[in-house]
């Protein structure tokens, strides 16, 4: 029986060495081709290789597809692929009650149990039925070295191919065409013709294998999302940050620099910019954080746009330079893609506690711009907002994005070019003595270039007569370059959007604020509250600091402002401390994101209070 | 424009007070590169001075070119990021031992392996000037100072060794007094393509006074220095007691110059990796029976070039791929439209 659903949330679960990761990419890939609307949520783990089989080695991707508007990778799971017992023990909490799980029945062998930590004599499978969820059990792993043995592959190459079958399975059950991945695996084949036959046979095996054997009683269809006219294209935050800086470059006249070291989870981006050499995109991948974003300063003195991104840890390593540019007043961009902290701290997990890094983490009076992206594609705006700042107000900016959004994706309606703005650059006259510290009526002071003849100068780190920037132990001089220093970076709260509510009342009894990644989980919280005719508003803050001027006005409407986090309460703190009001916090450290449950429970517990 | 040829040292300065302690080494080092900066024949506007922190790395602000006072030990890393995207200037790294070797020794070292084509000039005093007086990574073993009151027990840096080692791809020693010398290093530093590291042997006068006193006395400065001349044999000592070196067995021997046949002279060839290595070892403290410490340029080799490699590799992209347009990377290879 076909069944039309309006959404569904499916887990690929498996060994780090399954190859989940891929097939859950590709059915997000052809879901979003489908014209769902989508969020996914990879979780995987540090270790590359982690010991195979055990809860520890279990590598998940998480995807929430739908006909309706979809904003996080979703809840509870309704269909949850495990392909081995370690990957159903992690995971079985997150079905649904009555959920499907699908499992590998040869990764649940005594071998698997024991390394899953349980007793050899478990059965997992018959436990699962009994506890009420919809087993399908399937020799994954056997049919497809039956599909394969013809192949001359050796076992442990067609085992690789075992994804495939899963992924095929899963696409018959909802109603996916399996072209887009069948042009994918030519693509990555190319020159091994024997993998690409194997794995084109075993995604068509498990496709047919669906359709012949009558283990599901449903098949489900999700239709086409209503999403605005336009044209769209799957996208994660990583390469939506690289295609965002690529573009701010070429709407500025800049060539893009980019310097990083290896880090998770930013290196896609210095994967991505290192691909991306015919858009005159120089990538470095320095020594050490502190040599990229050194390299990056040089860059941005020479006249580049200049960027560098890292994750908590190397953050922490660039502060001294960051500061630098933020003394030399040169443009910047510095993207951190948080994860777990404090310290090493969960690398591969989520969360949103380098706020108060962003903001305060220097010596001295240093402020400096802060943007955060809310989600996979709206990276690219705030990479190319990002830009915008640093080179029009000649100053270091810090993007903050994370693992999740990094490594998430969702459909984008990307835009033309020709509808992208303009960056002016502030460049000094030709004609006139250059002056380097003397500043506009915004407070920005112009960017001579290296080569202009009349206009060497000599910057540095050390305090800077005003107008001359010739070094200065005046007191007076130093009290006013400071202060010159914070008005120029607060003048920019007046060339940024109002802030806006995202929705729900303008006024009433509660307000949620978030910033970052948590914008899908609080937005799908306040729309399905607001539908049962609970008074609740969100509102997103893209603009960290400064703060867009009119926020206050949105605060004093509300009577209780709740501000969920993904860490131990550091924007709550931001918002009492400018504002002298008592939000409150709602927090969660466990290096996962929200789910919209958690955050509606926790509200409607708060309202119980109030 | 204004062409360099035009100009003179004096050009090269700036309207800025020199605050380098009276008697300071580095007041001879800034007037020697001042007094080559116009025979380079670039641009003033295409020279850029870079520093770190320390006494030397005020340099730039006495500098009438581009200049950055950057921050402690990051200069070559700022530098590497400047001439990727700037290849037409001539860029200068302006350092100290405790600036390269100790805070930035990981930049150094990765710089000189890059090769990308900056100039080094490192000023090695022995000493932390600026700090006030503590032992760096090039103080002798042993050495007092005020953070050493029980003397160091920290083996110094030998700079040519480590340069080498990180495979620099020319590397010379000058001494602050020896101004001709010093010139001509300069003039061929500024003439190799690729990173050129000139250690100079700088005097501080206040905390490490007389550090390399016998290198440029007069009483003994004949008998401890090695001057090395492209194509000439390593000769040292006085008018009456002329020393020459020779290579046995891959070791160093000093002998009266008359007692050695021709044939066995060293004869310095700067192309040649072993012996630069060599001469890198001659690095004994000074004492009488000691071998001379060389000075000149020991080793200089043309090898593939940072920013060039850089710059093909973005234009044999552009040749592969075409020139990107913005419009297809917002699309994407895999797109689709909603009406």
New interface residues.
Partial sequence: MNQTIEKATVLFAGDSGDGMQLTGFQFS?TS??H?NDLSTFPDFPAEIRAPIGTIAGVSGFKINFGSVEINTPGGKVDTLVAMNAAALVKFQVDLKANGMIIANSNGFDKRNLRLAGLDESRDLLSEARDAGFLVVDIEISKLTREALKDSGLSTKEQDRSKNMFTLGLIYWLYNREIE?SLLFLKEKFRSKPDLLNANTLVLKTGYHFGETIELFSNRYTVN?AS?????????AGNEAIA?GL??AS?QAHL?L?Y?GYPITPASDILHELSN?????V?S?Q???E???I???????????L?VTASSGPGIALKT??L??AFM?ETPLVVINVQRGGPSTGLPTKTEQSDLFQAIYGRNGEAPIPVIAARSPKDCFAVAFEACRIAIEHMTPVILLSDGYIANGSEPWR????SD?PSIHPNYPKLDAPYLPYQRDERGVRSWAI?????????????EKQDQTG??SYEPENHQKMVLSRAAKVDEIANHIPPQEIDCGPLEGDVLLIGWGSTYGAIRTAVLNMNKQGISVAHLHIRYLFPFPKNLETHLRNFKTIIIPELNNGQLVKIIREKFLINAIPLNKIKGLPFLSSEIEHAVLERLKEL | METADLLKPKDFATDQDVRWCPGCGDYSILKQVQSIMPNLGVPRENIVFISGIGCSSRFPYYMNTYGMHSIHGRAAAIASGLKMVRKDLSVWIITGDGDSLSIGGNHLIHLLRRNLDVNILLFNNEIYGLTKGQFSPTSELGKNTKSSPWGTIDHPFNPAALALGADASFFARGLDLDTKGLRDILLRAHAHKGTSLVEIYQNCNVFNDGAFAPYSNKSTRESSTLLLEEGQPLIYGTEQQREALYIRDMKVYSAPLNTIASEDLWIHDSKDPMKAHLLSRLFDPYSEKALPRPFGVFYQEERLVYEEEMDKQLHSAVQSKGVGKIDSLLQGKNFWTIE
């Fill in positions: 890939n979003a081709l014209g887009p086409k999403l605005p006219s336009g044209s769209y294209r799957n996208i295609i690529i573009s070429a060539d620099y310097a991306r050499k015919n858009f005159g120089r470095f320095a020594e050490d502190i040599a990229a050194g390299a990056a300063v040089g860059a941005s003195f020479a006249g580049s200049a001294e330079a500061g630098l030399l990307f835009p033309k070019a992208l290296p080569g202009t003849a009349g206009h060497e100068y000599r910057l540095g780190g050390l010739n070094v």
